[in-house]
């Protein structure tokens, strides 16, 4: 493994700046409360209902449903995708075309109007597909580019590219929604200033993403035309890498660990600003401080993200995946409970300090634990699968629950189960990782 490359490193931390405007501005923040505020019941205190060609269904769960088939679809196709990325050694190849899906379909969001639902949830899946999708390939350039005694604080780089990245990008769309006269807006269109921001999620990420499509490597031409039968060697890389995983005890442990939690953290973060738009801020003039609270969960994500770095290098990455996973059972139990503006803030600073650091880790985490291979997207492709199936079944679940009580706050309760097995899960898996097998473990 070569030495650190500063530049190379901070290449490919860009994507993270590039996409995760997606996933404030449209998966967190003012696409989902511009769809609950076009699709909100004309009757106080009634669920909302869309009709979805021809589909009855609660507004919320109808983005719920929306996604989990997006995560089915990309379950099913990254393993396919990467096993024959590998084979070609062309994963960039797929970077880029999944980035510009994602980033097209965010632009498309532009001509999102109140009277166009179908549409909007139509192209509001194609934007996940196009981030989703990507993500495997991205990250399984890290163990390509950065040696393991470097992972943790390059994936903990990324994801603050990321958070630093969107959040400015959100302050200039937060601007232009509540200040539209300054822009040359009409004042009384409402409907202009979130559509413009999903506009510029879309030219941000596609902008951004050519510094790290231009810096990351790609075998020649004549390499990758060299390699014949690619759909079936294809699955043959993949059969080989999951007999690998069988041979490999503490990873065979942490994939499953890694589902459990992940159910769990993906599903609050995708599901979050419903839930604070409908409980804590129903009323049109609020929407400003539902932005403030996702806001707040990215500012101090950032410091939650170095902080997990730099503790594992005390404890070890196991353990502060450990300590993350309990902090986020209190969370749920807190979040059921959480009824006021103040205590949801309070929350949102307690969610955005483990939120960042345990997905940084537990990258970082399986990268380590992975063993010397030119496969890392097929390897890859497994923790993908682990995380979009947990993120299907989470959603699945929190919009079955709400839609057949009415009540959202028991979807976020039921999450708690998937924290404990988790739990459970990793005391099993640190067990399997004795500190004088498992040493990058532990710094």
């Not at 989902?32 to 205190?45: D, H, L, N, R």
């Not at 769990?264 to 003039?285: N, R, S, Y």
């Not at 979040?335 to 205590?343: E, F, K, L």
């Amino acid at each position: 493994m070569p030495n650190p490359n500063r530049k190379l490193e901070n290449a490919w931390a860009m994507y993270d700046w590039a996409n995760s405007a997606y996933n404030l501005v449209i998966t967190s923040t003012i696409f989902p409360a511009y769809y609950v505020g076009v699709t909100a019941s004309k009757v106080e205190g009634e669920p909302a209902y869309v009709d979805f060609f021809g589909y009855r269904v609660i507004n919320t769960v109808l983005q719920d449903y929306a996604l989990a088939a997006v995560f089915v679809i990309v379950a099913i196709t990254s393993p396919i995708l990467s096993s024959i990325a590998d084979y070609r050694r062309n994963k960039k190849v797929y970077l880029r075309w999944f980035s510009l899906l994602g980033a097209s379909a965010c632009c498309a969001l532009f001509f999102f109007t109140p009277q166009r639902i179908e549409y909007g949830i139509l192209c509001f899946a194609v934007a996940a597909l196009g981030f989703w999708s990507s993500l495997v390939f991205y990250n399984s350039y890290l163990p390509d580019i950065v040696p393991p005694e470097e992972r943790d604080r390059v994936s903990a780089k990324g994801f603050v590219f990321g958070y630093v990245g969107s959040v400015i990008l959100q302050v200039v769309c937060f601007l232009i929604i509540l200040f539209p006269a300054s822009f040359g807006l009409d004042p009384a269109d409402k409907t202009m200033g979130p559509r413009i921001s999903f506009l510029l999620v879309g030219l941000w990420w596609f902008g951004f993403a050519q510094i790290t499509l231009n810096a990351m490597p790609l075998e020649s031409r004549a390499v990758r035309k060299s390699r014949k039968h690619v759909l079936v060697n294809g699955f043959h890389e993949l059969r080989k890498v999951w007999d690998q995983v069988q041979t490999m005890p503490v990873l065979k442990r942490f994939l499953p660990a890694f589902f459990f939690y992940s159910i769990g953290v993906q599903t609050v973060m995708l599901v979050a600003a419903g839930f604070a738009k409908k409980e804590i801020f129903p009323k049109p003039e609020d929407e400003p401080k539902l932005l403030v609270t996702i806001l707040i969960i990215q500012l101090i994500a950032i410091p939650g993200a170095l902080l997990m770095s730099r503790l594992s290098k005390r404890i070890g990455n196991l353990w502060v995946l450990i300590l993350a996973v309990c902090v986020w059972i209190l969370l749920t139990g807190w979040g059921y409970n959480v009824r006021t503006q103040t205590s949801l803030y309070l929350l949102a600073g307690c969610i955005g300090l483990v939120m960042g650091g345990i997905q940084s880790m537990s990258r970082s985490t399986y990268s380590k634990l992975l063993p010397k291979t030119e496969d890392t997207t097929s390897f890859f492709s497994f923790y993908d699968v682990t995380e979009k199936v947990a993120l299907f079944i989470g959603l699945f679940i929190f919009g079955t629950i709400e839609q057949l009580t009415g009540n959202i706050r028991s979807s976020i309760l039921a999450l708690s189960i998937f924290f404990v097995l988790g739990l459970i899960v990793l005391f099993i898996t640190k067990a399997a990782a004795p500190r004088d097998r498992y040493e990058t473990l532990y710094h």
